[in-house]
């Protein structure tokens, strides 16, 4: 008995299915498969990117739309780390250098960088700047972001802060505060 009714809720499952292609069309049931099934994946992505072609719009919109819509958010520090620093114009501050993924299974494709000013007191002003990136597994990228809250004249005479100060003052530092990616 128990089996029959399993054979019956497939039935209807796949009934409902078919109902569903033959309604609204094979390509939106297949786009909605591969965003339940592949979120977070780089093949999903891809399939998203197979769906979504236009002639209307370049192959790297298209990307940067399937990717945002696929990626996830990475906890390991491995997926971004690297060297950097302030790039200062006539007019604006920015924070740019190279990133690493460390890691062999996945893409890193945003990146949230954080700056910290301290001033001769101690006190922290802290800013944050996000920005599309894609490093390959095992491999770098440049990045440049704008740090818009912060003035020149911040950022002229400052050194970085010592790597073991619990109480650094008029010093900077910086890391990357978050990061999201796409499985292999």
């Known amino acids: 008995m128990m089996g029959s009714d399993k054979v019956k809720n497939y039935l209807i499952g796949g009934m409902i299915c078919l109902i569903a292609a033959l309604v609204v069309g094979v390509e939106p049931v297949q786009k909605f498969i591969n965003e339940a099934m592949r979120k977070g994946t780089l093949k999903g992505a891809e399939t998203c990117m197979e769906y ?25 520090n491995d ?30 494709t945003w990146i949230r ?19 599309p990136i894609w490093i390959a597994p095992l491999g770098e990228a440049e990045f440049k972001v704008e740090l818009p809250d912060l003035e020149i004249e911040q950022m002229e005479n400052i ?17 990357v505060a978050g990061m999201k990616g796409l499985a292999i």
């Open 113 to 131: 960088i954080s700056v910290s000013i301290f001033d001769k007191e101690g006190t922290e002003k802290e800013v944050f700047a996000e920005t």
């Open 159 to 175: 050194e970085f802060c010592e790597h073991d100060d619990m109480t650094p003052k008029a010093c900077m530092t910086w890391g």
């Open 79 to 108: 997926h971004a780390t690297g060297r950097a620093g302030p790039r200062l114009t006539q007019r604006s501050v920015s924070w740019a250098g190279i990133l690493e993924n460390k890691t062999p299974d996945h893409v890193t």
């Open 52 to 76: 979504t072609g236009s002639a209307l719009l370049s192959e790297e919109a298209v990307k940067a739309k399937c990717v945002s819509s696929f990626q996830k958010r990475l906890y390991k």
